[in-house]
Protein backbone atom coordinates (compact mmCIF):
# COMPACT_ATOMS: atom_id res chain seq x y z
CA UNK A 1 0.00 0.00 0.00
CA UNK A 2 3.27 2.24 0.84
CA UNK A 3 3.88 2.06 -3.20
CA UNK A 4 0.71 3.53 -4.03
CA UNK A 5 0.59 5.98 -1.53
CA UNK A 6 4.28 7.21 -3.16
CA UNK A 7 2.46 7.23 -6.33
CA UNK A 8 -0.73 9.15 -5.05
CA UNK A 9 1.56 11.74 -3.71
CA UNK A 10 3.37 12.40 -6.57
CA UNK A 11 0.32 12.86 -8.56
CA UNK A 12 -0.83 15.39 -5.38
CA UNK A 13 2.24 17.44 -5.80
CA UNK A 14 1.76 17.64 -10.11
CA UNK A 15 -1.47 18.73 -9.03
CA UNK A 16 -0.64 21.71 -6.93
CA UNK A 17 2.53 22.52 -9.17
CA UNK A 18 3.59 26.08 -9.18
CA UNK A 19 6.46 25.85 -11.82
CA UNK A 20 7.46 22.93 -14.53
CA UNK A 21 10.27 21.78 -11.70
CA UNK A 22 7.73 20.98 -9.07
CA UNK A 23 5.79 18.87 -11.59
CA UNK A 24 8.88 17.30 -12.97
CA UNK A 25 9.30 16.17 -9.26
CA UNK A 26 5.98 14.95 -9.14
CA UNK A 27 6.55 12.80 -12.66
CA UNK A 28 9.97 11.22 -10.53
CA UNK A 29 7.98 10.56 -7.71
CA UNK A 30 5.10 8.96 -9.30
CA UNK A 31 7.39 6.87 -11.52
CA UNK A 32 9.37 5.64 -8.35
CA UNK A 33 5.72 4.61 -7.10
CA UNK A 34 4.49 3.22 -10.20
CA UNK A 35 7.80 1.03 -10.97
CA UNK A 36 6.98 -0.35 -7.25
CA UNK A 37 3.71 -1.15 -7.71
CA UNK A 38 4.75 -2.85 -10.94
CA UNK A 39 6.80 -5.12 -9.50
CA UNK A 40 4.62 -5.93 -6.29
CA UNK A 41 2.33 -7.30 -8.85
CA UNK A 42 4.55 -10.28 -10.09
CA UNK A 43 5.76 -10.94 -6.87
CA UNK A 44 1.99 -10.99 -5.88
CA UNK A 45 1.05 -13.12 -8.52
CA UNK A 46 3.95 -15.82 -7.95
CA UNK A 47 3.08 -16.08 -4.11
CA UNK A 48 -1.01 -15.61 -3.94
CA UNK A 49 -1.81 -18.12 -7.11
CA UNK A 50 -0.50 -21.78 -8.00
CA UNK A 51 1.95 -22.41 -10.39
CA UNK A 52 -0.50 -23.95 -12.66
CA UNK A 53 -2.21 -20.38 -13.24
CA UNK A 54 0.59 -17.93 -13.43
CA UNK A 55 0.47 -17.68 -17.34
CA UNK A 56 -3.40 -16.99 -16.88
CA UNK A 57 -2.91 -14.35 -14.21
CA UNK A 58 -0.18 -12.64 -16.16
CA UNK A 59 -2.28 -12.41 -18.95
CA UNK A 60 -4.85 -10.84 -16.96
CA UNK A 61 -2.69 -8.36 -16.03
CA UNK A 62 -1.95 -7.29 -19.50
CA UNK A 63 -5.42 -6.43 -19.85
CA UNK A 64 -4.38 -2.63 -18.34
CA UNK A 65 -2.67 -1.89 -21.44
CA UNK A 66 -5.14 -1.90 -23.03
CA UNK A 67 -7.75 0.06 -20.99
CA UNK A 68 -5.02 2.14 -20.11
CA UNK A 69 -4.53 2.98 -23.99
CA UNK A 70 -8.10 3.32 -24.87
CA UNK A 71 -9.13 5.23 -21.48
CA UNK A 72 -6.27 7.15 -20.80
CA UNK A 73 -6.28 9.52 -24.17
CA UNK A 74 -9.83 9.72 -23.99
CA UNK A 75 -10.12 11.10 -20.39
CA UNK A 76 -6.66 13.46 -21.00
CA UNK A 77 -8.65 14.67 -23.74
CA UNK A 78 -11.37 15.35 -21.84
CA UNK A 79 -9.15 17.58 -19.48
CA UNK A 80 -7.17 19.36 -21.96
CA UNK A 81 -10.70 19.90 -23.84
CA UNK A 82 -11.70 22.00 -20.58
CA UNK A 83 -7.98 23.70 -19.71
CA UNK A 84 -7.94 21.92 -16.38
CA UNK A 85 -4.65 20.03 -16.25
CA UNK A 86 -4.81 20.10 -12.38
CA UNK A 87 -7.93 18.05 -12.56
CA UNK A 88 -6.03 15.38 -14.07
CA UNK A 89 -3.47 14.79 -11.32
CA UNK A 90 -6.43 14.95 -9.06
CA UNK A 91 -7.87 12.26 -10.63
CA UNK A 92 -5.08 10.13 -10.47
CA UNK A 93 -4.81 10.91 -6.74
CA UNK A 94 -8.48 9.77 -6.27
CA UNK A 95 -7.89 6.57 -8.56
CA UNK A 96 -4.34 5.79 -6.14
CA UNK A 97 -6.31 6.06 -2.93
CA UNK A 98 -9.30 4.11 -4.22
CA UNK A 99 -6.27 1.24 -4.67
CA UNK A 100 -5.40 1.73 -1.14
CA UNK A 101 -8.25 0.84 0.30
CA UNK A 102 -9.27 -1.88 -2.20
CA UNK A 103 -6.41 -3.20 -0.92
CA UNK A 104 -6.60 -2.93 2.49
CA UNK A 105 -10.28 -5.21 2.45
CA UNK A 106 -8.87 -7.56 -0.41
CA UNK A 107 -5.52 -8.24 0.66
CA UNK A 108 -4.92 -10.00 3.51
CA UNK A 109 -3.01 -9.12 6.25
CA UNK A 110 0.44 -10.71 7.60
CA UNK A 111 1.98 -11.58 10.70
CA UNK A 112 5.42 -11.72 9.40
CA UNK A 113 7.61 -9.45 9.71
CA UNK A 114 9.86 -8.30 6.74
CA UNK A 115 13.68 -7.02 7.42
CA UNK A 116 13.89 -4.08 5.04
CA UNK A 117 17.01 -4.40 3.14
CA UNK A 118 20.32 -2.17 2.55
CA UNK A 119 20.03 0.24 0.13
CA UNK A 120 22.14 -0.93 -3.27
CA UNK A 121 23.49 2.78 -3.47
CA UNK A 122 26.28 1.68 -5.87
CA UNK A 123 23.83 -0.53 -8.57
CA UNK A 124 20.98 2.30 -8.25
CA UNK A 125 23.90 4.89 -9.26
CA UNK A 126 24.75 2.70 -12.23
CA UNK A 127 21.25 2.35 -13.16
CA UNK A 128 20.56 6.08 -12.87
CA UNK A 129 23.40 6.43 -15.26
CA UNK A 130 22.49 4.41 -17.22
CA UNK A 131 18.87 5.68 -17.76
CA UNK A 132 20.83 9.44 -17.82
CA UNK A 133 22.63 8.39 -20.98
CA UNK A 134 19.62 6.42 -22.59
CA UNK A 135 17.16 9.78 -22.00
CA UNK A 136 20.87 11.89 -23.55
CA UNK A 137 21.27 9.76 -26.18
CA UNK A 138 17.58 10.57 -27.45
CA UNK A 139 18.19 14.57 -27.36
CA UNK A 140 21.47 14.85 -28.89
CA UNK A 141 21.68 15.68 -32.43
CA UNK A 142 24.94 13.91 -32.96
CA UNK A 143 24.71 10.25 -34.64
CA UNK A 144 28.30 9.71 -33.20
CA UNK A 145 27.20 10.87 -29.88
CA UNK A 146 24.13 8.77 -29.31
CA UNK A 147 25.94 6.15 -30.57
CA UNK A 148 28.24 6.09 -27.96
CA UNK A 149 25.65 6.91 -24.75
CA UNK A 150 24.09 4.09 -26.10
CA UNK A 151 26.64 1.97 -25.54
CA UNK A 152 27.85 3.75 -22.10
CA UNK A 153 23.91 2.34 -20.90
CA UNK A 154 24.47 -1.30 -21.89
CA UNK A 155 28.33 -1.35 -20.60
CA UNK A 156 27.15 0.54 -17.11
CA UNK A 157 24.16 -1.95 -17.23
CA UNK A 158 26.48 -4.87 -17.58
CA UNK A 159 28.37 -3.65 -14.36
CA UNK A 160 25.56 -3.77 -13.21
CA UNK A 161 24.30 -7.24 -13.23
CA UNK A 162 28.17 -8.39 -12.78
CA UNK A 163 27.99 -6.33 -9.08
CA UNK A 164 24.54 -7.74 -8.51
CA UNK A 165 25.82 -11.57 -8.67
CA UNK A 166 27.77 -11.08 -5.68
CA UNK A 167 25.60 -8.29 -3.64
CA UNK A 168 24.10 -9.95 -0.73
CA UNK A 169 20.54 -8.28 -0.98
CA UNK A 170 20.39 -9.03 -5.27
CA UNK A 171 18.02 -6.14 -7.46
CA UNK A 172 17.76 -9.11 -10.10
CA UNK A 173 18.28 -12.74 -9.62
CA UNK A 174 21.86 -14.14 -9.00
CA UNK A 175 21.76 -15.64 -12.49
CA UNK A 176 20.16 -12.76 -14.94
CA UNK A 177 21.24 -12.69 -17.96
CA UNK A 178 22.99 -16.03 -17.73
CA UNK A 179 22.75 -18.07 -20.89
CA UNK A 180 23.25 -21.36 -18.47
CA UNK A 181 19.98 -20.85 -16.70
CA UNK A 182 16.51 -20.76 -17.12
CA UNK A 183 15.51 -17.37 -15.61
CA UNK A 184 18.63 -15.65 -17.04
CA UNK A 185 17.88 -16.84 -20.55
CA UNK A 186 14.48 -15.87 -19.94
CA UNK A 187 15.09 -12.26 -18.99
CA UNK A 188 17.30 -11.88 -22.66
CA UNK A 189 14.12 -13.24 -23.88
CA UNK A 190 12.05 -10.67 -21.94
CA UNK A 191 14.49 -7.50 -23.03
CA UNK A 192 14.80 -8.27 -26.70
CA UNK A 193 10.96 -8.85 -26.88
CA UNK A 194 10.60 -5.47 -25.47
CA UNK A 195 13.05 -3.91 -27.25
CA UNK A 196 11.43 -5.08 -30.77
CA UNK A 197 8.27 -4.01 -29.59
CA UNK A 198 9.40 -0.47 -28.30
CA UNK A 199 9.90 1.64 -31.55
CA UNK A 200 6.28 1.31 -32.45
CA UNK A 201 5.25 3.14 -29.66
CA UNK A 202 7.59 5.94 -29.82
CA UNK A 203 7.79 6.94 -33.80
CA UNK A 204 3.98 5.20 -35.34
CA UNK A 205 2.05 8.18 -34.27
CA UNK A 206 4.37 10.63 -36.09
CA UNK A 207 4.42 8.41 -39.15
CA UNK A 208 0.83 7.66 -39.30
CA UNK A 209 0.14 12.03 -38.79
CA UNK A 210 2.67 13.09 -41.27
CA UNK A 211 2.96 10.25 -43.76
CA UNK A 212 -1.05 8.99 -44.02
CA UNK A 213 -2.79 12.30 -42.72
CA UNK A 214 -3.99 10.71 -39.59
CA UNK A 215 -5.34 13.10 -36.58
CA UNK A 216 -3.75 12.73 -33.49
CA UNK A 217 -6.16 10.65 -31.60
CA UNK A 218 -6.77 8.81 -34.46
CA UNK A 219 -3.08 7.45 -34.75
CA UNK A 220 -2.92 7.08 -31.09
CA UNK A 221 -5.88 4.83 -31.36
CA UNK A 222 -4.22 2.79 -34.24
CA UNK A 223 -1.03 2.07 -32.29
CA UNK A 224 -2.93 0.85 -29.64
CA UNK A 225 -4.14 -2.18 -31.54
CA UNK A 226 -0.94 -3.69 -30.64
CA UNK A 227 -1.88 -3.24 -27.06
CA UNK A 228 -5.07 -4.64 -27.19
CA UNK A 229 -3.64 -7.45 -29.80
CA UNK A 230 -0.95 -8.20 -26.78
CA UNK A 231 -3.86 -8.73 -24.28
CA UNK A 232 -5.90 -10.68 -26.95
CA UNK A 233 -3.46 -13.28 -27.59
CA UNK A 234 -2.52 -13.29 -24.10
CA UNK A 235 -5.70 -14.28 -23.15
CA UNK A 236 -6.13 -16.33 -26.11
CA UNK A 237 -3.07 -18.25 -25.25
CA UNK A 238 -2.37 -18.65 -21.29
CA UNK A 239 -4.24 -21.32 -20.46
CA UNK A 240 -2.35 -23.65 -23.40
CA UNK A 241 -0.59 -27.04 -22.09
CA UNK A 242 2.62 -28.61 -23.42
CA UNK A 243 3.78 -28.28 -25.92
CA UNK A 244 1.74 -25.38 -26.97
CA UNK A 245 4.16 -22.94 -24.44
CA UNK A 246 7.37 -23.96 -25.90
CA UNK A 247 5.89 -23.48 -29.18
CA UNK A 248 4.74 -20.25 -28.98
CA UNK A 249 7.40 -19.10 -26.79
CA UNK A 250 9.19 -19.51 -30.58
CA UNK A 251 6.70 -17.94 -32.93
CA UNK A 252 6.17 -15.23 -30.90
CA UNK A 253 9.30 -13.83 -32.02
CA UNK A 254 8.92 -14.63 -35.21
CA UNK A 255 5.43 -12.93 -35.54
CA UNK A 256 6.90 -9.63 -34.42
CA UNK A 257 9.46 -10.02 -37.19
CA UNK A 258 7.33 -10.35 -39.45
CA UNK A 259 4.83 -7.91 -38.39
CA UNK A 260 7.87 -5.33 -38.31
CA UNK A 261 8.49 -6.54 -41.66
CA UNK A 262 5.37 -5.11 -42.87
CA UNK A 263 4.95 -2.51 -41.42
CA UNK A 264 8.53 -1.36 -42.75
CA UNK A 265 7.28 -1.63 -46.33
CA UNK A 266 3.74 -0.46 -45.65
CA UNK A 267 4.45 2.87 -43.87
CA UNK A 268 6.14 4.97 -46.43
CA UNK A 269 3.03 3.79 -48.85
CA UNK A 270 -0.51 5.22 -48.70
CA UNK A 271 -1.72 1.63 -47.46
CA UNK A 272 -3.17 2.49 -43.91
CA UNK A 273 -5.86 0.28 -44.31
CA UNK A 274 -3.51 -3.32 -44.29
CA UNK A 275 -0.93 -0.98 -41.93
CA UNK A 276 -3.47 -1.31 -39.29
CA UNK A 277 -3.39 -5.61 -38.86
CA UNK A 278 0.50 -5.20 -39.43
CA UNK A 279 0.44 -3.43 -36.40
CA UNK A 280 -1.71 -5.65 -34.61
CA UNK A 281 0.49 -8.70 -35.61
CA UNK A 282 3.36 -6.94 -33.82
CA UNK A 283 1.36 -7.11 -30.33
CA UNK A 284 -0.49 -10.36 -30.66
CA UNK A 285 3.71 -11.51 -31.42
CA UNK A 286 4.90 -10.44 -27.73
CA UNK A 287 1.08 -11.14 -26.16
CA UNK A 288 1.24 -14.59 -27.71
CA UNK A 289 4.60 -15.91 -25.95
CA UNK A 290 5.03 -13.22 -22.80
CA UNK A 291 3.00 -14.73 -20.09
CA UNK A 292 4.62 -18.27 -20.80
CA UNK A 293 8.42 -15.79 -21.01
CA UNK A 294 7.62 -14.55 -17.43
CA UNK A 295 6.45 -18.01 -15.71
CA UNK A 296 9.63 -19.20 -17.10
CA UNK A 297 11.97 -16.90 -15.53
CA UNK A 298 9.60 -17.12 -12.24
CA UNK A 299 9.39 -20.75 -12.15
CA UNK A 300 13.45 -21.10 -12.64
CA UNK A 301 14.10 -19.08 -10.38
CA UNK A 302 17.22 -20.45 -7.58
CA UNK A 303 16.47 -20.79 -3.98
CA UNK A 304 15.96 -17.24 -2.16
CA UNK A 305 15.66 -15.50 -4.95
CA UNK A 306 12.06 -16.34 -5.86
CA UNK A 307 10.54 -12.88 -5.13
CA UNK A 308 13.55 -11.05 -6.94
CA UNK A 309 12.74 -13.09 -10.16
CA UNK A 310 9.28 -12.39 -10.44
CA UNK A 311 9.93 -8.37 -9.53
CA UNK A 312 12.80 -8.61 -12.44
CA UNK A 313 9.89 -8.75 -15.08
CA UNK A 314 8.48 -5.50 -14.76
CA UNK A 315 11.92 -4.29 -14.84
CA UNK A 316 12.89 -5.69 -17.55
CA UNK A 317 10.08 -4.93 -19.65
CA UNK A 318 10.83 -0.94 -18.58
CA UNK A 319 14.84 -1.52 -19.45
CA UNK A 320 13.57 -2.76 -22.79
CA UNK A 321 11.35 -0.38 -23.72
CA UNK A 322 14.08 2.57 -22.63
CA UNK A 323 16.71 0.66 -24.55
CA UNK A 324 14.79 0.06 -27.63
CA UNK A 325 13.58 3.88 -27.68
CA UNK A 326 16.76 5.16 -27.64
CA UNK A 327 17.97 2.54 -30.54
CA UNK A 328 15.35 3.58 -32.53
CA UNK A 329 16.35 7.46 -32.19
CA UNK A 330 19.41 6.39 -33.28
CA UNK A 331 18.26 4.90 -36.34
CA UNK A 332 16.00 7.57 -37.20
CA UNK A 333 18.55 10.12 -36.83
CA UNK A 334 20.73 7.88 -39.50
CA UNK A 335 18.13 7.76 -41.85
CA UNK A 336 17.64 11.48 -42.00
CA UNK A 337 14.69 12.37 -39.09
CA UNK A 338 15.05 15.94 -38.72
CA UNK A 339 11.83 17.45 -37.98
CA UNK A 340 8.06 16.42 -37.46
CA UNK A 341 7.14 17.33 -41.42
CA UNK A 342 7.01 14.86 -43.94
CA UNK A 343 9.70 14.95 -46.11
CA UNK A 344 12.17 12.07 -47.63
CA UNK A 345 14.14 11.81 -44.69
CA UNK A 346 10.89 11.06 -42.49
CA UNK A 347 9.86 8.56 -45.54
CA UNK A 348 13.11 6.46 -45.12
CA UNK A 349 13.25 6.73 -41.59
CA UNK A 350 9.56 5.19 -41.49
CA UNK A 351 11.11 2.23 -43.31
CA UNK A 352 14.03 1.64 -41.98
CA UNK A 353 13.28 2.09 -38.09
CA UNK A 354 10.99 -0.89 -38.18
CA UNK A 355 13.15 -3.11 -40.34
CA UNK A 356 16.30 -2.55 -38.28
CA UNK A 357 14.19 -4.52 -35.21
CA UNK A 358 13.40 -7.23 -36.92
CA UNK A 359 17.38 -8.42 -36.01
CA UNK A 360 15.57 -8.31 -32.03
CA UNK A 361 12.99 -10.09 -33.23
CA UNK A 362 15.62 -12.80 -34.80
CA UNK A 363 17.52 -12.70 -31.43
CA UNK A 364 14.97 -13.58 -29.82
CA UNK A 365 13.92 -16.46 -31.75
CA UNK A 366 17.47 -18.00 -30.89
CA UNK A 367 17.32 -17.50 -27.40
CA UNK A 368 13.80 -18.79 -27.27
CA UNK A 369 15.11 -21.97 -28.91
CA UNK A 370 17.76 -21.81 -26.06
CA UNK A 371 15.24 -21.50 -23.13
CA UNK A 372 13.59 -24.52 -24.64
CA UNK A 373 16.95 -26.25 -24.61
CA UNK A 374 17.25 -25.45 -21.21
CA UNK A 375 13.70 -27.11 -20.26
CA UNK A 376 14.22 -30.24 -21.65
CA UNK A 377 18.22 -30.87 -19.47
Given at each position: ?C ?24 R ?22 P ?26 GM ?9 A ?27 A ?42 A ?20 R ?11 L ?17 Q ?60 T ?24 R ?14 S?V??I ?26 S ?10 P ?13 A ?9
Open positions: MRVTTFGLGALLCSMATAMGWIVAGLIQGFGGGLEAAVAYVLVRTTFQSVWSRAIALMSTSWSVSVMIGPLIGFARFGNWRAFVATVLAAGTLVISALFILPPTAERIQPRVPAARLALICVAIAATSFASVVASTQSRLGLLVAAFVVLAMVRLNRFAPAPMLPRDAFSWTQTGAGLWLALLCITFSPLQIYMPMFLQLHGFDPLTAGFSVATASLAWTAASLATAGASDPWPDRLTLTGPATMGLGLTMIACLVPHQALFLIPAIALLGAGIGQCWPFVAHIMDGATAGDEAVAASPTQQMGFALGGAMAGLVANASGLTAATAEGMVRAASWVASFVLAAILAFLILRLRHLRTI
